[in-house]
């Protein structure tokens, strides 16, 4: 299946909160070129209620927005599935904003509230991520699948292979900026990976990490100023902890 617009042959965007499921049906979907100078920009532009998307290949995929951009879902309120997903020539870019960037290759962020999150199983993502901020007081949250999370609750037999590139803070192979609960296995990025500070393999910056990541690791090149590692930028809160197993980093820092 291939269409050189996904707004204009499947989806005009003029649905802002989408809550139903998308069942791929193992084919593969090609071609998709997402180009809207506004927030809220992927295949899916927000998802408000309780949301699956899932048995699909995605191939040649091009999404550009302001902020809260996703190679799937540019931001989730409530919760997601995504699950048995696979995205090849994949690319997420931002226009250039005075604004947060909020940017991800499968979500770009989700809402803040307890309840909000998503569960990823079988996701692999290949491809460029890149994120442009100017502004010195703005933030840009940017990961190989999800650029913020908050109410996370597991990433499962994922992964990341490719670039990821921001001019700002908070970047990650997997998640760039994470709050709260998080449960990884079997996760993985591979690549390269600039940012300024707060920069990791596999996370940027966790805020109240609890948790657990078992079997991950980053073979990620990673360069940045301030707050730099192989596996995570910055662990914030010392009184708040996760479990860490089976995990290693086998790149280059700088």
């Not at 799937?72 to 960037?101: H, P, Q, W």
């Amino acid at each position: 299946i291939s269409f050189t617009n996904w707004y204009n042959d499947i989806y005009d965007g003029s649905v802002t909160m989408y809550n139903r499921s998308f069942n791929g049906m193992g084919f593969q979907i090609s071609n998709i070129l997402i180009d809207e100078n506004q927030a809220y920009v992927g295949l899916i532009t927000k998802s408000q209620h309780t949301s699956r998307f899932y048995n699909v290949t995605l191939h040649n995929v091009t999404v550009r927005g302001t902020t809260r951009v996703g190679g799937v879902y540019g931001s989730i309120e409530n919760f997601a599935f995504i699950e048995d997903v696979n995205i090849t020539g994949l690319n997420v870019t931002s226009y250039t904003t005075s604004g947060n960037i909020y940017l991800g290759g499968v979500i770009g962020d989700t809402g803040n509230s307890g309840s909000d999150g998503a569960n990823l199983t079988n996701v692999h993502v290949s491809g460029n991520i890149s994120a442009n901020k100017v502004s010195s007081t703005s933030q840009a949250k940017v990961g190989g699948l999800v650029g913020e999370m908050y109410y996370l609750k597991k990433i499962i037999n994922s992964s990341f292979t490719g670039t990821v590139n921001s001019t700002g803070d908070y970047v990650g192979g997997i998640v760039g900026y994470k709050y709260m609960y998080a449960d990884v296995w079997n996760t993985y990025s591979k690549g390269t990976i600039k940012g300024n500070d707060y920069v990791g393999g596999l996370a940027g910056y966790i805020d109240y990490p609890r948790g657990i990541w078992n079997n991950t690791y980053s073979w990620m090149n990673v360069t940045g100023n301030d707050y730099v590692g192989g596996l995570f930028g910055m662990q914030f809160r010392s009184s708040y902890t996760f479990d860490l197993h089976n995990s290693y980093y086998a790149g280059n820092l700088s």
